[in-house]
């Protein structure tokens, strides 16, 4: 643990759709598919990454955030990091606390060093998790944590959360590891609205979760293209690809502004919006 922050409305996150106030980005200036981990990768490994369009789209996606208010915190980029453009993955806030990740997979391992370094430059405190935990299997709402639990996360770093925060409801999330992470299958919109992709769960699973929310199906074409995946920013905006017409339209049926951006090249290796943004602080 590092010195206690002098302002604890640094940091604050007690859903996923809360306006989104400061947020942590890196840009994806050394992204490549090196190592296959997921379908999508494996569907664009000849093809690779187009860094240069990669770059253009994700500029663009930083300039819509700070067009809507949002402060936009940029990590360092590294070579040694052909994934670093995932910062979801290295940390999650839940309430006022931060938590730095350790990472599963040997590529990706060291990714979490340069968020240590700015959570250490602004004096924020965070705690480091054990037995594997990344943020993308991480997803709040109020008194809520789901945690996904597949080879990135495991359910040992589930047990461990619920002594890390007493006051909320560890909810232990199986799914088909071979979609990585939870919010690649799953995502809430709002207290009422989530979006899911039913086939990664046991239907036991999809009873629970259809119990609390209003579940937006995301059929199999739009779950590859990432349609779970979107980034609510609160008063009901929701970053989404341009590409997923059916979620785009059953989100704005439910109310929603659906802002379109074009992302399809970072796509490709397995992540969209949400995955490519760690929220600091949501109010």
Partial sequence: MNSPIENSDTTKCNTEYDTLRRVILCQPRFMAIEEVINDVQKEY???????????????QFEELLK???VEVIKLPSSKKFPEQVFTRDIGFTVGDDIFVSEMASDIRKGEEEALEEWLEDEDISFQTTTD????????????????????RTSIEAAEKL?????????????????????????????PEVGLIF???????????LTATYKLIEVSEEEQFTMGTNVLSIGDKKVFSLPQNKQVNAR?????????????DEIIKSGGS???????????
Avoid: W
Avoid at 198 to 208: E, G, R, T
Avoid at 251 to 263: K, M, Q, T, Y
Avoid at 273 to 283: G, I, K, Q, Y
């Fill in 67 to 69: 067009e809507h208010g």
């Fill in 273 to 283: 919006f949400r995955c490519c943004s760690m929220p600091v602080n949501r109010e």
């Fill in 162 to 190: 619920k002594d890390d925060l007493p006051d909320y409801t560890i909810i232990p999330v199986p799914f088909d590891e071979k979609y990585l992470h939870l919010d690649c299958v799953f995502n809430i919109l709002s």
């Fill in 198 to 208: 039913s086939k990664a769960f046991d239907p036991s699973i999809v009873d629970m």
């Fill in 251 to 263: 989100i704005r049926a439910h109310g929603f502004e659906v802002i379109e951006v074009e992302f």
């Fill in 45 to 59: 490994e000849d093809e690779n990454i187009n860094v240069e369009l990669a770059m253009k789209q994700h500029k």
């Fill in 132 to 151: 594997h935990v990344e943020g993308g299997d991480v997803i709040v709402d109020r008194g809520t944590l789901f945690v996904g639990i597949s080879s």
